[in-house]
């Protein structure tokens, strides 16, 4: 698997909130399962990172 750039880390379209956000934490991406990658490309949901920031305990 490719290592994601520090400028990659930053928001992507399946992420509820900025990275850091109280109340908030990594959750693997629903769209590709964590692989990063969807139908051979990088996953358009987490931008190849296989993560997404989403809220927690109902925040």
């Known amino acids: 698997m490719a290592a994601v750039s520090?400028?990659?880390q930053?928001?992507?379209p399946g992420d509820e909130a900025?990275?850091?956000t109280p109340g908030t934490?990594?959750?693997l991406c629903r769209h590709c399962n964590g692989?990063?990658?969807h139908d051979g490309q990088p996953c358009p949901e987490?931008?190849?990172t296989g993560k997404v920031i989403e809220?927690?305990?109902g925040a």
Do not use: K
Request: glycine share 38%.
């Open 18 to 20: 900025a990275p850091g």
């Open 10 to 12: 930053g928001s992507n």
């Open 35 to 37: 692989t990063g990658q």
């Open 6 to 8: 520090e400028e990659a």
């Open 25 to 27: 934490g990594e959750n």
């Open 55 to 57: 809220g927690i305990g």
């Open 46 to 48: 987490c931008g190849g």
